[in-house]
């Protein structure tokens, strides 16, 4: 720059004192313009350097940009895995609770059913020796074609009519081999209508009326989660609490730990 000043001030110079030559005056004139090209193509590579100058930090500003937009991503990525796991965990409690009900309702069925295969066995003896029929045998085989028949109106589903003949048949038979099991499924007729305030009734008086019978456990349960269905939490922990400890190592004990893992 002090260059470009120092030749103005000799053309000046040169034109004041009237002693410069035309031929003096294009020397000078070609070597202004020169060093004015020069600083001017010096001056645009330092603009062309600032521009991408720029460019590189607007570069870095839109690459931070969406990086942090890609750790947003990732960060909702994963609560929504976690999300998932969480749901995952939830639905296989509920479908291992669903199969050790469904155990403890073959249970059930497995029991009776090896009744009703006695029942039937010594019927078939009976025909086939031709012993004589007693008084007492066809008072017992009434008894287990009553029971029979109400059994089987309950699997088919049609719980109204299975109940009622449950009741009759306690009515006949009120302290049979099979009273306990009546009681029980009465109490799982009005269950499965979801009428749980009636099933709670009918399940106390299989641990009232049959307390050496096998199916108390299984009435204390499903009291605990009629219960449960009602939304009383402190009277289904209880009771679920009370299976754990008076039957333990049963299925009935499993599923009451994995009911009160639910209850908050």
């Known amino acids: 720059m002090r260059n470009l000043i120092y030749l103005l001030l000799a053309v000046l110079a040169f034109s004041v004192a009237g002693c410069a030559s035309t031929q003096d005056l294009k020397a000078v004139r070609s070597e202004l313009n020169q060093k004015m090209e020069e600083k001017l193509a010096a001056m645009d590579t330092e603009l062309a350097a600032i521009k991408k100058n720029a460019s590189n930090v607007e570069s870095m500003r839109k690459g931070q940009a969406n990086a942090a937009a890609d750790i947003a991503d990732l960060r909702d990525n994963i609560q929504q895995l976690r999300g ?6 939830k639905e296989l409690a509920v479908t291992t609770d669903n199969l050790l009900l ?3 309702f073959i249970e059930n069925f497995l029991e009776i059913g090896k009744k009703d295969i006695a029942t039937n066995t010594a019927e078939k003896n009976g025909k086939l020796t031709g012993a004589a029929v007693t008084k007492d045998q066809v008072k017992k085989q009434d008894k287990e074609k009553a029971y029979s028949a109400a059994y089987q109106i309950f699997k088919e589903g049609n719980y109204d009519k299975a109940r009622t003949e449950f009741q009759n048949f306690l009515a006949l038979y009120p302290d ?3 009273s306990d099991n ?3 499924w009465i109490g799982e007729c009005y269950f499965f209508e979801k009428k749980y305030e009636q099933a709670i009734l009918e399940y106390e008086k299989v641990a009232k009326n049959y307390p050496s019978g096998s199916k108390v456990p299984y009435a204390l349960l499903k009291q605990g ?4 269905k009602l939304g009383d939490k402190t009277s289904a922990k209880l009771l679920l609490q009370q299976v754990i400890k008076d039957y333990p190592n049963t299925n009935q004990a499993r599923i009451a730990r994995s009911k009160l893992q639910e209850i908050k």
């Open 182 to 184: 009546a009681q029980f």
């Open 84 to 89: 998932q796991v969480e749901a995952l965990k």
């Open 225 to 228: 989660l009629s219960f449960l």
């Open 102 to 104: 469904k155990v403890n």
């Open 176 to 178: 049979s081999e099979y």
